[in-house]
């Protein structure tokens, strides 16, 4: 079969760093070809040369075999390939609809029929069921649903070739279904796709073939059929690495956070919610159940309206984050871009903020003791960085939420809260984190996990159930995939 | 799921969040003086505010597109006055080449749009802060009028070049059709035209305008390119009005056009804001100087109070816009 | 002018090097004195040092007077905008022994050798002498200020308002602070004609700013009409500049105070060179239409700054009749 | 993969990408005006500069912090007049309250922190954008020097209001020692202290900030109104070398400010810079500004020299610290 995209040979730097180095790969016409690799590996940095967004140090790109065109004629790029990018690309400011026909809001130079457009993206949203307002302001969506928005917009563009850089990483489970659904339909009339993954059962769902980067290399192009799962993650990770096991335990007695009568607008109402020291307590529910909003109360991000928290005995006053964290919580946010680190700042200095006041006396931090706990994190979370001292922003994805999480534990905390914590993480990297979350129990702290993916929810000792912003179950240990989605989707309950 | 027709009404409301300011000022100008309301006087606001309008037509564009233009005001002045000592015998302040007069308009133009791709080179292929480059050109162009005049006031000038700025067309000052014009146009093209709207794509998100095949370079150097070319504009305009070009036209603008523009909610940050709103901005701005002139507060503390209605609208549109501003 | 000094090189004449700092470039009054200053220096031979520019800033001007006494002036020339804060730098002007001319302001405290400057009170007073006149002592006048945070713009509204309130209290008189700027100007003028539509005298603080806006909108309003017509709105100038002169010619304004460019010039020279020199002068009256008085800090130079009208406006010996 | 070391080493050396520049400008310097290099010229530009090096020292943290303040300039001005004319009785221009003559240092410096709280409390609170309100209140606290003055200078002030600005100190000016021992802090704080590395974060990403535990809206309240502060000892500096509190003290000063801090590395987008880099982009300005005065430039091209200077030395900057600005 002919290939569809070939890269040859590409090489690509980014200052000290080799995002890709002599990188290869070829997809044939017409299937579903996985990249996967860890965090870091280059296939955010191929999908830029790939869409013409970055011209490659060495090496080509070839489409139907032949060259690509120039860089700066995006037009060309556009007929040959759409995409949705692993960062966002949604214009908070316009509406949904002019996003989602961004550049082709109309066909020829004339004025831009408003009216029409709207139509149009009304119905392309409906095409792909996505439940949003086509007038609505993209910065009003929720995260998943600018998602949605995007993959939606890549969807639509009539293109041969689609790239989807970790489409997932922000959906749930109903929402995945779609999107495979539609995906299926779109190889039946001929497209090509690559998709990127870190959930690597979706790989073997969707795709026909896959393809490995380790380090920024090519590794291995095979069908799935002939990669089983543990070679797979062998391949990514140059080891062989066993299914992450959740271990069990039994909680203490005390009570390390609490929320009482919690209640904040239309989000989620008169929640009750406690932890004790060494349990692990799962937040589930389907989109727009409460239960990030929730989470956020808990840690001080956000103000309920009415209602307590407390945190290791100390009632926090509402809203405030630094009180909390002095009471003894650690916490994950929800968007790492957002809320989870400082890009230009520092792995060391990012990491370490919340016990800057430990580092030195007298208000001064002192850079070496810094440097020595920035090291400690680095090592005990297998931070893939220079050093201490470079930017986060120079990071890939999944290490970037290592610092986060870095930042989360730094403080030995009694009460942990991680919201979405392996969002766009690796095999390896996920496991590091769920097992970085399990250390913090088994060292007596009470630990909230609030996951949109089941495979986190494992570790939790018993999972609470969200629905329309309350709290509808209460499930122990031992549920499986279908009871718990279940009652996620309000079918049961 | 919310109907969607109370959203649009409510973003087509944000625009003219200024129209309650602007009503209260015409309310409180009628109360205060009988001569606030009527049609000549209204027509002098305009025509004063004609060519600063300008201004903000181009700065609102550059703001919207994620950019900053300091040095529109020294345009101002610097492009009429080359294009007129193009034209001009020596004798006059010219120099001397002697360009012929019907030039005039076109060279003013042309010097404008000059400062305004010098402006995009430096900040869109250098990668430079728009900010600083900016605020050097502006101290550069207005050492382009102050050298050559040696300060000096060009008083000779051109027909062609005064007659914009004073003639009256269907019994108003051309200014005011000019401008209205312009706005017009761009209040359609900002709103219409995919050009347009690839600005706000630009300042709301560059990168991403770029995934989405605008071509982010291009657009922003038309951009310097035409607010350069207002400015030329507005410069034509003031010259006409004010029968000569001084040395310090345009001087110290900027600042009431940024003003203008924030308090009709375009944001510093790019990608928000219209060009009708930046209108309203205008208009306020306007008619608080009316005002003032007219009920005579003593100039010492006229900076007080005219600050501070700055700062009461800028809450205003805060308020009623209910979002934070940038 | 007097002196006996030749030969006109380095230290020439027993005098040493003149620092003369220009206060701005931006109105045609100081660019007439910029340009005369060389020319005076070279018709009375003095050592003039390169001109530095304090473009309105007094802390500019300081740092220029010290970079200038750092390269060796004798003798320090130059015109404060702002009169008091130039106090520190002429006591260590006076503590190292360098005497000072000032041009057009008179410092408030702080040791000056002379004042070079015309009384700028005495412009508002001869601006509101002519147009009450004219006005036969009623109706109203507009009156376009320059900075009020200038001491000249200040002296001349100061004296136009006392003036009136004593002399034609039936007369009433709007004020416009302009700073200086034509576009200000133009606003301001005519949003207050809408208003009193019954104006009948402007006084402008700056010709060179705004002689062309005022213009403008009287002929846009269809003021611009002779003398005789009962229309005509009476428009006294300040500056003495060609164009205004033009326009007294054309009977488009009626009356400007030429304010001495060259005269400024010239004896900013002769004072700074006979400070050089060692000379000493005495209150009273000088051999060049001038009266030289007493302050608590110095002496001043009066020169005279005639009105001009149609009468006298083709007069040789007035500055804007010079230049070309 | 590389070695940490190099990186940290760039990173150290990107404050620094101006030295070349002044070592040039010294160069040249030398090499036009033999007067350049004495100890006499050297301390003069120093003592030039020490009052707008506060203020450029403000904005750089301020600018880091990711906010604006343009009202500065003006607090240069009325915060020292206003604790002067607290102070001074009605005869000397003052209110009449006659408080004692020792209070006019701390009053000055009050009347600085509470400019910069009211500047905290409504771009922090009322979440308005930071570079209109500062505009405003450039505008504002300007008039509240003007109208209470009505446009006079002030020059009977106390002695202790003389004494910074003008005393010498172990041969120095006073106002050298203090500016270089409060950029020495400046530069300690930011580098070494919990709450310099704060502004960092904040201006980097408030949200990761606040999520961070750092109390971001307390932390800019300190910044504008340490702000305020400095910007008022900065009068208080300005006031002694002068011997007068002038209508124009400060006026115009922060254009010279922001370039000044922009060449020196600092982001106008917030989280990049340090001080020790703004303070060689003072000392660009400075030189520059003396090798122009000595060289004796004409008054009417110097502004073109010295925004080109301006824009090369913002290359220079660039290309040698590597990244876009913004
Ligand atoms: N703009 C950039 N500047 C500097 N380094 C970069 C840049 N973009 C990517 N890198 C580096 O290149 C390497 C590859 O990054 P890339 O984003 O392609 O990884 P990825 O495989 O997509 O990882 P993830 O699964 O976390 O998304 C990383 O080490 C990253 O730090
Ligand atoms: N920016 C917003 N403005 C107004 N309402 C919002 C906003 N964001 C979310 N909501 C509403 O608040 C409720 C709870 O949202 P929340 O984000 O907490 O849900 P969630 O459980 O986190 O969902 P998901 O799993 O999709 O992240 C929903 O009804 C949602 O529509
Ligand atoms: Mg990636
Ligand atoms: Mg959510």
Redesign the interface.
Known sequence: MKNHVEARNVVKRFGPTTALNGAEIAISEGETHALVGRNGAGKSTLVSILTGLQRPDEGEVLFSGETAPALADRDAWRQRVACVYQKSTIIPALTVAENLFLNRQTTGSGPINWRALRVRAGELLETYEVDVDAQALAGDLSVEQRQLVEIARALSFGARFIILDEPTARLDGPAIERLFARMRSLREQGVTMMYISHHLDEVYEICQSVTVFRDARHIVTKTVADLPHDELVAAMTGEATAAYESRSRTPGDQVVLSGARLSLGDRYADVDISVKSGEVVGLAGSASSGKVSLAETLVGLRKPDSGTVTVNGTRVRPGDVPAAMRAGLGFVPEDRHHEGFVPLLSVGENATFPIARKLGRYGVVSPSRRRAKAEQMIKSLDIKTEGPDQPVADLSGGNAQKVVFARALVDDPTVLVVINPTAGVDVKAKQALLGAVEDAVERGAGAVVVSDELADLRICDRVLVMFHGRVVKDMPRGWTDHELVAVMEGIED | MTAPAPRVRLARFRDLTLVPVIVLLLVVGAFLDPTFLTAGNLTNVLQQQAAISLLVLAEAMILIAGKFDLSLESTVGTAPAIAVMLVVPVSAGGFGIGLPGTLVIPLALLVGAAIGAFNGFLIIRFQLSAFIVTLAMLIIVHGFLQGPTEGKTLFQLPDSILYLGSAMWLGLPAAIWISAALFAVGIFGLGYLRLGRALYAIGGNAEAARAAGIRVDRVLYGVFILGGTLAALAGILETGRLGAIGNNQGVGWIFMVFAAAVIGGVSMDGGKGTILGALTGVLVIGLVQNILTLIGVSGFWQPVIYGAIILIALMISRIAGGKAQD | GSGASTGAGESGGGGGKVGID?PR????F??SY??YVPQMAGELKVDL?????S?????KL???V??LT???AKVIVMAPQ????????L?QLENKKIPVVTVDTRP???KVYMVVRADNRAYGTKACEFLGEKLGGKGKVVQL?G???SING?DRSEAFLECMKTKFPGITV????T?????KA???L???L??NPDIKGIYMHAG??H???T??VL??KGLLVPPEDPKHIFVVSNDGIP?EFESIRKGDIDATVSQPADLYAKYAVYYAKAAAEGKTFQPGPTDHDSTIIQLPNGLEDQLPAPLVTKENVDDKSLWGNQV?
């Open positions: 220009h470039a931006d109105s045609d100081w660019n910029i340009k040092m390169p001109a530095t520019n473009q309105n800033d007094v802390a300081v740092n220029n010290q970079a750092g390269q060796g702002d009169t008091g804060a130039v106090a520190n730098t006591q408030d405290k702080g200020q900075a009020l945070s200040r709007f004020s416009e602070p700073e200086w700027e034509g576009s133009a606003s301001m005519q949003t207050r809408e208003q060179g700013v002689l062309a806006p213009l403008q002929k846009q164009q070309k």
